[in-house]
Structure formats: C-alpha cells, structure tokens
C-alpha cells in the first residue's frame, strides 16, 4: 500500500462498485435491525405502487430476471397497483432472435401477468420496445442539449480507447476517463460538424458531484465516481449512441418517468449507475421512484450466477420437469422472508395469491442470496402432489407429458399417464421421471439391458422360478387375486411368500423396485400381465438352456 494516496487507498477499498461510497450518519428513521438485516422504517407503500419489469431480449430470461419481475410483480398487486412489461431492446448489436417471445412465454408459464406491456392496454404509455420510441427519445434529447445538461461528442473511437488507457494509469486511479473536450465546443465548431456529417455521441454533463440518494433497502447512499485531481476526468455517461439509438441510461430514466412509475424494484448490480439516473431526472426537474436494490444471486459456492449458464433460464428449468408455482415459490425467497408464523405454519410453501397477501417491502433482506437447488425439489414435490388431487391440473400435467412420453413409448394414451402419476405421482420429484423411473408402466421389460435381472438370474434357483411361474400364468387377474394366487402358492409349495414375490416381480417388471404387485397388476390388467408371465417363462427357457450348454 506504499506509495498510495488515501484517494487511491478509498478506490481499491471500494472496487466493488468502482465508486467511492460513504454512507451518511444514519438518521433514526432509516436504521436497519441488526439481527434481521431488514428496515425498522416501514417501507411499504401506502398508496397503489406502479412497478415495470425492463428486460433487454438478448438472451434467455434467467431465474434472477424472474425474481425482478416477481418482486415488482408482487409489490405492484401487493399495493392494488399496476405492473407494466417494457423491452429494453437498443441494444441492436446484442438482440437474440427469439428472446423477445422467450420473456412472454417465461412470464405467462409462471403466471405473472402485466397489465400494461406490449400488446396489451399500450394506447396511453405505449409503445413498450424501446426501438419504437426513437421520436420519443429525440424530443427528451433536444431538451438536455438546450438547457446545457448535455452535449454532443465528436471524438473517435481511438481517441477515447486513449483517454481509458491514460486513466487507467493514473495514481491514484479515477473512473472517470472523458476529458470533455467536446464540452467546449463553440455553437458554431458543432454546426461545421454537423453539417460534415462527423458520427457523434450525446453525453449527459454531470454534476460536479452526484447528490446523495436514499434506497429503500440500503438507506441514504452517497456514491461518487474516483477523480484524480491532478488529470481531471469526468464521469459523463453517453446517453445517445452514434446510431441514434438511446443508451440503457436514458431511455430508462425517460421511460420510467413517462410511465410513471413509482417504484424501481432491480439487482443490486445497478447501484452504481443510480446516481447517473438521478442526475438525469434532476436535469430534466423530474421526481426520481423510490428505488429497492435487491441482493446478488450466487450459487451454492458464493460465486454470482451467471445468466449465461444454460440451465438456469426458465424455459430449460420447464423442460426439466419444474413446476411453475415450484419456480415461482422458489424465487420469491431470494431476499424476502414470509411472516415467520405463516412460513412455519406452511413450509415455506406460498401459492401468486398467498405472495399477493403476504409481499412486504419490510421483508425484504440484504446480503447476497445463495441459490440452492435442493430447496427447489422440496418445492417442486409439494406442488406435485398437490396437482395429483386436483382433477384439472391432473389431466394438464398428463397432456403435457404425452408427446415426451409418447417418443419413448409410442402407444401410450393421455389417460394411461393420468392412472400412472395417480398410481406414483407422490413418489417423483419432477413429473419426467415417470417415464425414467418407471418404464415397466408403459412397456415389457427389457431383460437383456436390466442389472436387476442380472442380480436376479444369479442369487435364485431358476429352476423353482420357472415353476412359480408357470403356476402363475392364466391366475393374475385383480388385486385381490394376487394376494390369494401367492398365499396359495406358499402353502402349497411350501417356498416362502417373499421369493414368489420377487418371481412374480421378475416377471411384470424386469426385477425393477417400485408399485406393489397387487397395485401394477390392476394398473397392467390381467392380459398385459399374463403376457408378461409368458415372456418371462420364455427368457428362463433361454437362460436354462444355455447353462445346460456350459
């Protein structure tokens, strides 16, 4: 640390958010609990809150957009309010072709409606993609440049990657890079420029220093970018791109204003540009939305999420065998507690409805939310056993199983899934591993491929098998008959009840463990478990003969 201003010594102190951060006294209003990390203050709005979910369409939507979504979702229902959907989509260079539709169908699936968006009651705040409200854009930006809050930047590519080098160098540190030579142009150096049509960016002039900012969650912050006095840099963020296009900065702060919203529910990640937003709404005279910036999603080794991994996003978590309202249920606890007496009394469990009663800013946590797939399962459990007894979402669940199903086992029908997951559904995690976990439900066994038949053929006398079976075969007809072929059986052969039921086992599922046998032969029916009986007389044949060979 030799050789370091206490400038320098601040910067490397706060890389986090390559801010400096002083956090003023706090007043008593805004204290936190020590023990809970939640407000004290009462936060939750007492009036209907208007809330937005702003995803950009350049990948997949990720299980932490979800919890945004959700969390606005939920304050906006919370408070008898609105939530509206807007795409952030002016990153052309970064759209992915399909993302836009992949956000409606994640959002949908997990029940989150908006009540204003794309297509959807857009007449007075719409349109809803950034893209369509270049015009919009255009009136906002001609404001800043006539009240001196912004200006237009001429410098080439090369010269500001210079200026970033330079400032990287500099002791101590700044990040801050611009120079705002282009600030000082005359009216007349820019016309010139203009009318030799020389590519230009529009920058926001900031203030020599960022006004503080109260955060709902983390109280009255005061985040300054690090300037070395020596080689003044100023944090001047772009707000127009050279193609016209606004940048995230502006259009989100023009957007949101114009939409009224009231409260801006985001990652935490984007504090450090809070203090670039409020600036522009100070510049335009706007009031700013309250402002909640929610914890990090890490995974179970405390690393940040990344939005890039596959399996994270929505739609392949779908595919897995999640369930929504598991999903849902799931994510919401991301930095929020339920009321502890309702999360004992449930489990945790919370249906949209029950979070729509129960969501409270006050609730709301701090430090950084480790995503533990374990607890998804335990959900994904709940909620399929509960689907098991409602007789719409039985028949939903059987539908939607039927075309995965039916690539593996071609023949099977909508109403065999239902009687399989009424006859195991308690026993699986996700409803895909009917079809892995149970094959012997939809097709004969496969002998050959089978370590249980392996295991089976080894430890038992195939000889006495054989027999059991053959008295078996023509006899397996319902439950309760069964039970009275193998107490007969038993009594007068004299083998005990456990071998003729591994016999009986061999037969109808290949040794596989699972159903009982009286429960599996009501679910085959008395043919398709005969037939089973037969083809297994025919691979004891087989296994017999080769050992009489040897």
Not at 245 to 274: C, K, Q
Not at 276 to 300: D, E, M, R, V
Not at 380 to 401: C, F, G, I, S
């Amino acid at each position: 640390m030799r050789g370091l201003t206490i400038d320098g010594m601040r910067f490397l102190l706060t890389k986090r958010f390559n801010s400096v951060i002083s956090r003023p006294k706090r007043v008593l209003t805004s204290k936190k609990s020590i023990i809970t990390k939640k407000p004290i203050k009462d936060i939750q709005p007492k009036t209907p809150a208007r809330t937005r979910f702003a995803p950009s369409p350049t990948g997949l939507l990720h299980i932490g957009s979800l919890r945004t979504a959700l969390y606005n979702y939920l304050l906006a229902k919370s408070t008898g309010g609105s939530f509206l959907l807007r795409l952030e989509d002016t990153d052309q260079n970064r759209l992915v072709p399909g993302a836009e539709k992949n956000i409606y169908e994640s959002l949908s699936w997990c029940g989150i409606h908006y009540d204003e968006g794309p297509g959807v009651n857009d007449e007075k705040n719409g349109p809803f993609r950034q893209s369509d409200r270049t015009e919009i854009y255009q009136r906002y930006t001609n404001k800043l440049l006539d009240s001196g809050h912004a200006y237009r930047c001429f410098c080439t590519k090369e010269r500001l990657d210079g200026l970033r080098e330079s400032a990287q160098k500099l002791q101590p540190p700044t990040t801050a890079s611009y120079d705002r030579q282009c600030s000082h142009l005359s009216e007349e150096q820019v016309r010139v420029k203009l009318d030799q049509k020389v590519p230009f960016t529009i920058r926001l002039k900031s203030p020599e220093k960022y006004p503080p900012f109260e955060d709902l969650l983390h109280g009255k912050l005061d985040m300054q970018p690090q300037i070395n006095l020596n080689d003044r840099r100023y944090d001047d963020p772009i707000l127009v791109k050279s193609d016209a296009l606004p940048t995230y900065h502006f259009a989100n702060v023009v957007d949101d204003h114009l939409m009224d919203i009231t409260h801006v529910v985001r990652g935490e990640e984007w504090l450090p540009s809070t203090p670039k937003h409020i600036a522009l709404y100070h510049a335009f005279g706007w009031n700013p939305p309250q402002f909640i910036h929610i914890p990090l999603l890490t995974s179970a080794t405390d690393k940040k999420l990344s939005k890039r991994k596959g399996d994270a996003d929505v739609m392949a978590l779908r595919t897995k065998g999640v369930l929504p309202e598991a999903l849902v249920n799931f994510s919401v606890l991301f930095g929020w507690s339920p009321p502890r007496e309702e999360a004992a009394k449930n489990h945790e469990c919370f249906s949209l409805p029950d979070l729509v009663r129960l969501f409270n800013l006050n609730n709301l946590t701090k430090g950084n939310a480790k995503v533990d797939e374990k607890k998804l399962w335990f959900f994904n459990k709940h909620y399929l056993t509960m689907r098991l007894h409602v007789p719409e979402q039985l028949d939903e669940m059987a539908h939607e199983l039927l075309e995965s199903m039916q690539s593996l086992y071609p023949s099977v029908t909508v109403l065999q899934i239902k009687r399989a997951l009424e006859l195991v559904g308690s026993s699986l995690n996700t409803p895909n591993e009917l079809a892995t976990e149970f094959p012997y439900l939809f097709s004969k066994p496969q002998y050959e491929r089978n370590q249980y038949v392996r295991e089976f053929i080894q430890k038992q006398d195939l000889y006495q098998i054989k027999t059991l079976l053959q008295k078996m075969e023509g006899k397996m007809s319902t439950e309760n008959s069964v039970l009275a072929v193998i107490e007969s059986l038993s009594k007068d052969t004299g083998i005990r009840k456990n071998v003729i039921f591994e016999a009986a086992r061999f037969a109808l599922t290949g040794s596989v463990p699972g159903v009982k046998l009286p429960l599996l032969i009501d679910f085959l029916g008395a043919d398709e478990a005969n037939s089973r009986i037969v083809e297994a007389l025919d691979k004891l044949d087989s296994v017999l003969c080769l050992k009489g060979e040897e």
